[in-house]
């Protein structure tokens, strides 16, 4: 078969193989040797692997392409392929070959006799280099291995996304054989819950070219209907020979678990973010309304959609819990992100009574938070009117947590959060992390609690040291007015009081212990009693002061402030004395104001100083102004500032009732909330006929 086409010719028309084939990854030279073992026909991939054109071999004799004696190879080396040839009709194996170049290499060959219409017979040979071959066959191998042992779910689907091959560990994660997804669309096989979004990428991988590397798809299969799964995909589309139809190929990793680890992971960092927010919310006040409302704001909506924060009304001391009892107690604060009537249910009512045997029992009884589903056993066994029991039905709550306030031993009350449907169930970790809420709400409670008590004592024993009724006189009106400081600082050490004397004199006298609570309390009463006592025996204000200095020395009164003014309508005088006080004001009907700080003295309790007296001429209805430092006082304002503003103030209310215009200062100079306590006399005079 020789033939006569030129080189250029044969190359221009060389048949290339298809794409995707086995022929486009291996070199397959094709030649034939004729009855006498002579090159009779030479293929384009011939030359390729050999080297040689058609016109330097075809015609001579085939032993040119391989090695003689000399080179190692065997002699004959065509001849014996020629022969195997036609004596067995098919014979395959490795061959050392020659290169034009002189480089020997090792050859697979394919021969086969084939006979012509005339009854020639040809011989053709097909061959490879050998380590071509060697590299297609062990990826082969390592495909088949893939496919078959491979623990990564793979598969192969057509443009329709119909199964044509998968691997057992696919049909493992799906639940069903091998057989049962052959021919099958995916559809039929996995659902989603992403409105077909999973479908719609694979078939753009299929039509487009498209390629997509771990995505994560939630699914369930037909396999395993109740079983929730997560699945990283990665699809590319598969090479298309000609003739064969387009597809797509995948890779499937079930990683639910690791996703789910992932996810209680998240939810971990979220419970321990929650609680140091929580931590730094609560307790910033010793107000027990504050604090729960704060417990309140740290879990809605990033714990619960709902909160409710109760506190125990005990009837009697000690303060043990009772489980045969019901337990009646104060809703103190309420919170919800639910439509109504969650709002209803939550803030609709200020005491709630729980029957004996109810949850709440059961979760006070343990001391430890427990998590109940808003059922009809709940209901009933937990609330007694009905009408609340269809607004708790009716308010969306899927799941009520209740956790106990428990601080040093004692019940304070309980803590409920609620969710909807739309929020996953409680967890172990849920009550965990409740419980560690409650247990620190519950401490800044009792302090709360035990400072309110403390307050209580305080204020009792400060209003029934200061006068209830001030004396009278027909010479002199007084309006007055104690004002107390703010939560923190609510009981103080100021005092004043108005005192009868013989001929139609009055003392007026203004103090101010330092500090605040009930030792200040305390020591304000000692003071005002001795100084009510003392004011009857002793006619000078100094001798006055001097003895209260005594009396605070024996008492261990530290620092108190103390003015004290003896006014006799006569004369219009007023002698006047002072113990470190702010000085008095004198508004004169003229409207000027007149600061009388001619003596100020040290404080009471600091000892070793004499007192000095000042005589002043009041006119009629002059006013004298009397008060203690929390009016003149404020944070970031000079205490001259504050004088100054007080007597612009006397100024503008020159005519006016004195009622009002103790109102009136008190309004525009304190602010809110007021920062301490303060005291205010305002006392018009006149002289007797």
Known sequence: MPSDRSRDEQTARQLRSEPGTLLERV??????????????????????????????????????????????????????????????????????????????????????????????????????????????????????????????????????LRYVHLNQALADMDGLPIEAHLGRRMGEIMVTSDDGAYLRMLRAVATEGRTVAGTLVGMRTLGHPDRDQVRSVSFFPLSQAVGTR??????????????????????????????????????????????????????????????????????????????????????????????????????????????????????????????VPV????????????????????????????????????????????????????????????????????LCLDNARLYSRVQDIALTLQRALLPTALATSPYVQVAHRYVPGSHITEVGGDWYDVISLSGDRLALVVGDVMGHGVPAAAAMGRLRITAKALARHIQEPQDLLTELDACALDAGIDLATCLYVLYDPTTGNARLASAGHPPPLVLHPDGRVETVDDVLGVPLGVGGSPFLATDIVLPDNATLALYTDGLIEARGQDIDDGLEALRAELRSTADGPLEATADRILANLLPDPPGDDTVLVLARVRRAP
């Open 27 to 160: 070199a397959i030279a094709v030649f034939g040797f004729d009855e006498h073992d002579r090159i009779c026909y030479w293929g384009p991939g011939a030359e390729t692997l050999f080297g040689y054109g058609s016109e330097a071999v075809l015609s001579n004799p085939g032993a040119v392409l391989f090695p003689g004696p000399a080179d190692g190879g065997t002699p004959g080396a065509a001849a014996r392929l020629a022969g195997r040839g036609r004596d067995e009709g098919y014979w395959r194996g490795r061959v050392p070959a020659r290169h034009r170049d002189g480089t020997v290499f090792d050859c697979g060959f394919r021969v086969f006799s084939v006979s012509g219409a005339a009854g020639r017979s040809v011989v053709m040979a097909l061959a490879s280099r050998s380590q071509e071959l060697d590299r297609v066959k062990t990826n082969l191998a390592f495909l088949d291995a893939l496919f078959e042992t491979c623990p990564i779910g793979l598969v192969m689907l057509d443009e329709e």
């Open 246 to 371: 387009p597809g797509l190929g995948g890779l499937m990793v079930d990683v639910t678990d690791r996703e789910q680890a992932i996810v209680e992971a998240t939810a971990g960092r979220q419970r321990l973010a929650l609680l140091d927010r929580a931590t730094a919310k609560i307790g910033t006040t010793l107000d027990v309304n504050v604090t729960a409302g704060e417990l309140v704001a740290a879990a809605v909506p990033d714990f619960s959609d709902a909160s409710v924060v109760e506190l125990v009304e005990w009837t009697d001391e000690p303060e043990v819990f009772n489980p045969d009892l019901p337990l009646v107690t104060r809703r103190i604060a309420a919170g919800t992100v639910l439509p109504p009537p969650a709002g209803e249910l939550v803030s609709g009512l200020e005491f709630v009574t729980y029957p004996p045997g109810s949850s709440i029992h059961e979760m006070l009884r343990t001391g430890r938070p427990v998590s």
């Open 375 to 442: 059922n009809e056993e709940f209901v009933t066994r937990t609330v007694v009117h009905q009408a609340r029991a269809r607004l708790l039905i009716d308010s969306g709550l899927t799941a009520i947590l209740m956790a106990p306030l428990i601080a040093r031993g004692t019940v304070q009350g309980l803590t409920m959060f609620g969710r909807s449907a739309a929020r996953p169930a409680f967890t172990e970790q849920d009550l965990s992390l409740a419980g560690e809420l409650a247990s620190r709400a519950a």
